[in-house]
């Protein structure tokens, strides 16, 4: 059966400042959803990670369908309807346009999506970050995908053995968003040399080499900064990824994630801190809004899914939450010094970059300046 599998994103108001969503809210998201469920959706489930809300969705209509992503964004106005009444931090905050448009390509939510054959048990992972960029994911998957240190499968799998196709997207580029694919591993190197900077470079998904035609994970990839003009919050990815079988195991996925790999985003969006898995559900952090990413998996069935289960909750995770919040709190003591700090070309806020344009009419020019 070929199923269709969306996760779509937003912030649409949270409690007492960048927190988590109200019952209340998710209340009337999960409701407008819930309602489609077994006519225009085959399945859904709706959870947050920090202030972030995200609605998974089974259907078998295409990619980019009208219908599924006006649904989303109703569902997300319905909340955001909630959000105003109760007095939320952030109401509607990622919902950019005042209308919807035909799918929520520059309306300011995150989407990915991945249409699939079922295997006889599709096995997923869906990845919810916040408080950081599309980049985040960038050394996880890559380590899962193309290192056999964390992935033994490259080494032990005949199907994993040709290694995996990456689509990558320049999503800095003035000219608009640009896409490169690399087979590794003979184009390894090429692909690291992109995916180390995360600000710009990001995987847009991954395929099988072995199996052309299927594909292994989707990513969002919005710049909320790009669409708005202006910083209106981080970008927050999500992504779907499929495992087991052909693909590498859910036990490879994990630890790449124990790195706690520095990401930006953190308070105001313009710091440097190790991206911490969490359970699903969890508040974001009153630690300078710590990066966080949860991690659920599911079987599906006909489109029909069982679970999930909450892959960051299991006990192995809280002394690697112990290390990883270490690492943040020696990064924090720096300050606003780099790289604790972004760069002036990341920084989010337009304050001190507006003070350094004005610094800069006071600098002149000397013969020599000893």
């Known amino acids: 059966m070929n199923v269709t599998v969306s996760v779509i994103k937003a912030d649409v108001g949270s409690v007492g400042g960048h927190t988590q969503p109200s019952d209340e809210l998710l209340a009337a998201v999960r409701e407008r959803v819930e309602a489609e469920r077994g006519k225009l959706l085959i399945d859904t489930r709706v959870f947050y990670c920090g202030d972030d809300i995200s609605i998974l969705m089974t259907h078998d209509r295409p990619l980019g369908d009208e219908a599924i992503h006006r649904l989303a964004w109703e569902a997300f106005r319905a909340g955001t309807d909630v959000a105003q009444r109760q007095g939320l931090y952030g109401a509607g905050q990622d919902l950019l346009k005042d209308a919807f448009s035909g799918n929520m390509r520059g309306l300011g939510p995150q989407v990915a999506e991945l249409r699939l054959k079922e295997r006889p048990n599709e096995s997923l992972m869906i990845l919810a970050a916040d408080k950081t960029e599309p980049g985040a994911f960038n050394l996880p998957l890559y380590l899962a995908f193309a290192d056999p240190m964390y992935s033994p499968g490259l080494l032990l799998s005949e199907d994993l053995h040709a290694g995996f196709r990456f689509r990558i997207m320049d999503v800095e580029h003035t000219d608009g968003d640009r896409i490169i694919e690399l087979e590794a591993p003979e184009r390894l190197y090429d ?53 087991q079988k052909i693909f590498p195991a859910t036990e490879e996925l994990g630890p790449p994630f124990a790195i706690g790999a520095f990401v ?42 069982t679970g999930p289960v909450d892959l960051f909750a299991d006990p192995v995770w809280e002394p690697i939450r112990h290390q990883i919040v270490r690492k943040a709190m020696e990064m924090r003591r720096q300050g606003f010094f780099q790289p604790a700090m972004l760069p002036i070309s990341e920084l989010e806020y337009g304050g001190i970059v507006a003070r350094l344009r004005r610094l800069d009419d006071e600098f002149r020019v000397v013969a020599d300046a000893s």
């Open 191 to 243: 692909i690291a040399a992109l995916l180390r900077d995360t600000h710009r470079y990001v995987i847009a998904s991954i395929w099988s080499r072995k199996y052309p035609d299927e594909q292994a994970a989707a990513v969002s990839t919005t710049r909320l900064r790009q669409i708005a003009g202006r910083y209106v919050g981080k970008d927050d990815p999500v992504a779907i990824v499929r495992v």
């Open 264 to 305: 930006a985003g953190d308070t105001r969006g313009s710091h440097n801190l190790p991206l911490l898995p969490v359970p699903v559900n969890t508040p974001a952090s009153t630690f300078f809004c710590h990066p966080m990413v949860t991690a659920l998996g599911f079987s599906m069935r006909d489109g029909v899914l």
